[in-house]
């Protein structure tokens, strides 16, 4: 499965500033209708659904944030549970539950962890290139991955890093196509403590127990080239949400939403629309 390479980044809507109760959240918003929320995963921001922002908002209001310590976003508590208090704190303010959520990576984590806590606000739900958290105990130490990132950036620089991180989301993508050099500029972006604290509260989260419970209609996206989520770390989110309907996207790895959006976007529409259940 491959992109069509006349495709073109969309221009994202500008950013928002939305004052919630538990501080400052940024994120993007475009279209009319029932609402779609898009929560990004670790290494993105809200500007990673570019595609999903032009395309959905034909039919939908599109709504993408960006996580604690993201974007312009506030930090928050290196805990799974503030983060999806933060998100039902920004949902309270942007309104449009119940809503459809696609979370994509930690997006996914912190979407599941949010529409089970919170099942009244959330009606169908789209868990792409996801897991259920590391389950470490906190006095796991820092994951040595992270630490290795921090010290790569470091050594080689924003735009450097951003290269790197694009190529484990797109690895074998053609590097001059402008989906990749986006990928790489957001990536760039990410704010060092916002991926700290994200990475850690990661580590440290697990949605086992609470998964069982989603109540709706579930999707789950894979991506069958995917080397950023550990083969465990799948198998542990596919035996945990047993009514979910899993999809396996062939070719593909861990940002089909930048390396095939046609494709991608025909699942989640195909989903919302009721007609992949």
């Known amino acids: 499965m491959t992109s069509n390479k006349n495709l073109k980044v969309p221009e994202c809507p500008p950013l928002k500033i939305a004052q919630t109760k538990l ?4 994120y993007r918003e475009k279209g009319q209708g029932k609402t779609l929320l898009l929560l990004h995963g670790n290494l993105g921001s809200s500007r990673s659904w570019a595609f999903q922002l032009e395309d959905f908002s034909s039919a939908f209001r599109v709504v993408a944030w960006d996580a604690p310590g993201y974007g312009q976003s506030d930090d928050q508590a290196v ?3 503030a983060y999806a208090a933060a998100f039902a704190a920004f949902l309270d303010v942007v309104g449009g539950a119940p809503a459809a959520l696609v979370g994509h990576s930690m997006g996914g984590s912190v979407g599941a962890r949010f529409a089970a806590l919170h099942p009244d606000k959330v009606d169908r739900l789209v868990l792409s290139c996801s897991h259920p958290g590391y389950a470490e105990p906190e006095t796991a130490p820092v994951s040595a991955k992270f630490e290795s990132r921090m010290e790569e950036l470091k050594r080689i620089g924003r735009e450097a890093y951003g290269l790197a991180r694009a190529r484990d989301l797109l690895p074998g993508f053609d590097e001059t196509r402008p989906e990749f050099l ?12 916002g991926l700290r604290r994200a990475s850690r509260m990661l580590q440290l989260a697990d949605n086992r127990p609470l998964m069982p419970g989603l109540k709706g209609p579930i999707l789950i996206l894979t991506g069958e080239i995917d080397k950023v989520v550990a083969p465990r770390l799948k198998a542990d989110l596919l035996a945990s ?8 996207m062939p070719g593909l790895a861990h940002a089909p939403y930048f390396q095939a959006p046609e494709y991608y976007n025909g699942l989640i529409r195909d989903f919302l629309s009721g007609s992949l259940e």
């Not at 990928?183 to 060092?192: D, F, K, L, Q």
């Not at 949400?241 to 396996?248: A, D, L, M, S, T």
């Open 23 to 26: 501080g400052k959240v940024s």
């Open 182 to 193: 986006y990928a790489a500029e957001v990536a760039a972006e990410t704010r060092p403590e």
């Open 79 to 81: 805990d799974i549970d």
């Open 241 to 248: 949400v047993p009514c979910g309907k899993h999809i396996e």
